[in-house]
């Protein structure tokens, strides 16, 4: 039996896990600070939604193209790159909101860019992590990845706060710029052998799109899965990024929200330890049953949007989801094989966040047309609905968690070498 800490003896996966801490940790800052510095600048929710949207939109454009890179290029070097143009991208959006002399219609433009490179980040990302760790230990690998992550977003979510009522959105976004070029140097790091076949042919894209949506419609589960989480991430984006800070506002208070956002990602952190411990045949079952907890939160900001309230309701729901995040992240990684999983990402990616610019864009005329409160406890329902859209169908209900990893030999990772010696945790 393999400890919680074992992948940890591994470089490739300290380097890999380390730089997306430090990226999500200025990404946590990044929203809030964003949000505000609209809110700031003209007041309005429903340009809050196109500026968000406009990221969405560009990044769903491109997910699929990101995917094909991805398993196309060393998966490291399309990391560093990505850190290195989000770094340049944010740090021009932190001047012009520093400067004064940002405009709704500047914000939506650099929001592009940034919505585009993140198409190219986040495929990658996901999968090479499975290039890091034996396929023995990659649950365990992927709570740990996914433990640093929230409790990086932790400290994030409160900086991110205290950073807008101290001294303004700009400075939240010039924290965001530095945290992408630190982790851009920390990918530059990672090695980990080759995921392709020795003498494998390259195929044109269309060919490598295809094989990708291949893998992904052979496994009902998986696109049932996606096809719920395009309408659960809509609302909850659209509920919670958009519509909460309109709220906070109006009621908490801006530091108050980012401490809110913050005791939401401790549930997540909180969620991974659990998920280290927990030994169910049927992890997705549990994963997706845990998925009400954020819907919950959403109607809870509309309902009762006091501190006292919403800071365990949120700490639940971060704990509900990153069982989900968990269970997800390893069934894809245990069933799919390694030279398609980035494009198979790519899918899981496009199909999810492919509702969430509309639902942002929409969200802010939604509130000014039925109220802030209805929206909310509509965007509640629709993720619900969700939630039991997924737990009826068998496959996700019966999908049985591979402990010892995949059945399918001739498709694994060569295994990359641990560090031996005390010092390697």
């Known amino acids: 039996m393999t400890g919680m800490l074992t992948p940890l003896r591994y470089p490739a996966f300290r380097y890999l896990a380390a730089g997306r801490v430090v990226t999500m940790a200025g990404n946590a800052v990044a929203p809030i600070a964003l949000a505000f510095a609209v809110l700031d600048l003209t007041g309005s929710v429903r340009?809050?939604?196109?500026?968000?949207?406009?990221?969405?939109?560009?990044?769903?454009l491109f997910i699929l193209?990101?995917?094909?890179?991805?398993?196309?290029?060393?998966?490291?070097?399309?990391?560093v790159v990505s850190s290195v143009l989000a770094a340049a991208s944010q740090a021009v959006v932190a001047t012009i909101v520093l400067t004064d002399t940002a405009s709704v219609g500047l914000l939506m433009a650099l929001s592009a860019v940034n919505g585009t490179v993140s198409a190219f980040a986040f495929p990658a990302a996901s999968a090479l992590l499975a290039q890091t760790v034996p396929e023995e230990i990659r649950k365990q690998a992927n709570a740990m990845n996914r433990l640093g992550i929230n409790a990086a977003m932790i400290s994030g979510s409160a900086l991110g706060g205290l950073l807008v009522a101290a001294v303004g959105p700009g400075w939240g976004l010039a924290v965001d710029a530095a945290t992408f070029a630190i982790a851009g140097a920390l990918f530059a790091l990672v090695r980990v052998p080759s995921y392709r076949h020795a003498g494998a042919a390259r195929s044109s894209t269309v060919r490598e799109l295809r094989e990708g949506w291949t893998e992904f419609v052979a496994r009902t589960w998986v696109w049932v899965v996606v096809l719920g989480f395009c309408f659960l991430n809509m609302a909850l984006v659209a509920g919670v990024n958009v519509l909460g800070p309109a709220v906070a506002d109006e009621t908490l208070g801006r530091r108050a929200w980012g401490i809110i956002l913050a005791a939401e990602t401790a549930g997540m952190v909180v969620g991974a330890l659990v998920a280290m411990r927990l030994r169910v045949r049927r992890l997705l079952f549990v994963g997706v049953a845990c998925c009400i907890g954020p819907a919950v939160f959403v109607a809870a900001i509309g309902l009762t949007p006091t501190v006292v309230v919403l800071l365990p309701v949120a700490f639940a729901a971060g704990l509900a989801l990153e069982q989900f995040g968990i269970a997800w992240e390893t069934s894809i990684q245990e069933h799919i094989p390694a030279d398609k999983l980035a494009r198979v990402y790519s899918y899981d990616a496009l199909g999810s966040?492919?509702?969430?610019?509309?639902?942002?864009?929409?969200?802010?005329?939604?509130?000014?047309?039925?109220?802030?409160?209805?929206?909310?406890?509509?965007l509640a329902s629709v993720?619900?609905?969700?939630?039991?859209?997924?737990?009826?169908?068998?496959?996700?209900?019966?999908?049985?968690?591979?402990?010892?990893?995949?059945?399918?030999?001739?498709?694994?990772?060569?295994?990359?070498?641990?560090?031996?010696?005390?010092?390697?945790?």
Not at 68 to 74: F, G, H, T
Not at 354 to 375: K, S
């Open 65 to 79: 193209f990101g995917g094909v890179v991805a398993d196309r290029l060393p998966r490291q070097l399309v990391m």
């Open 353 to 378: 966040f492919i509702a969430i610019p509309a639902g942002q864009v929409a969200v802010g005329p939604l509130a000014e047309a039925i109220g802030v409160v209805p929206a909310l406890l509509l």
């Open 47 to 60: 340009d809050l939604g196109l500026v968000v949207g406009t990221r969405s939109l560009f990044n769903v």
């Open 383 to 425: 993720a619900a609905l969700a939630v039991v859209g997924m737990l009826a169908s068998r496959d996700v209900r019966t999908l049985e968690h591979r402990a010892s990893g995949s059945t399918e030999p001739a498709e694994r990772l060569v295994t990359p070498e641990p560090v031996s010696g005390r010092d390697s945790t």
